[in-house]
Every structure is written in structure tokens, then in C-alpha cells.
């Protein structure tokens, strides 16, 4: 995860740092900050993958809905273009 970390953030190496990521999801897929950080370089690359970065989010969100990483993805999911909040489901009479 460091690694990844350092060449997304220090060194702007998104392939390396991907290759990292997606490493540490095979050794264990239930890491959700690999998946979230997968997700920020997907959004960030150019051109934007939106469907990988929504892909990687929602994984986030399966692992853990509870924790405050997947609130983070789902607002990140939100902000994507062309995405919007549900709108809130009616309640039966």
C-alpha cells in the first residue's frame, strides 16, 4: 500500500501505482483502501475511466458500508459526471 502510495502522490507514476493497488486486491480483495485509491486514479487519469472509478468505489462500499471510506466513495461516486443523489423512495399511505 505504501508504495502505491508514494508513486501516485510523489512521483506521479499512476501505472506503477496502480500495479501496486491491484496487487495488494489479490492478496486480499477485502482491503478497501486499495479499491479507494484505485478508484482516485481512475477518476484522475486522462482521460477519466468513470466506469472503473464507480467500479472500484462501489467494491469499497461492499466491504464495509459502515465505515467513513465508503461514505467518501459514495460521494465520490456522486460527484462523477452525469451521476445524482436517488431520489428518496416514496413511503406507502
Do not use: C
Not at 68 to 92: C, K, R, Y
Amino acid at each position: 500500500m505504501r508504495l502505491g502510495t508514494l508513486l501516485f502522490n510523489y512521483f506521479d507514476d499512476f501505472d506503477g501505482a496502480t500495479r501496486e493497488f491491484l496487487t495488494v486486491t489479490i492478496i486480499d480483495p477485502t482491503i478497501a483502501l486499495a479499491w479507494f485509491n484505485l478508484g482516485v486514479i481512475y477518476a484522475t487519469n486522462d482521460p477519466p475511466d468513470n466506469a472503473a472509478a464507480r467500479a472500484a468505489w462501489e467494491k469499497v462500499i461492499a466491504i464495509d458500508p459502515t465505515a467513513e471510506i465508503a461514505n467518501v466513495a459514495q460521494n465520490h461516486i456522486l460527484a462523477l459526471p452525469g451521476e445524482s443523489p436517488s431520489p428518496p423512495s416514496e413511503t406507502p399511505r
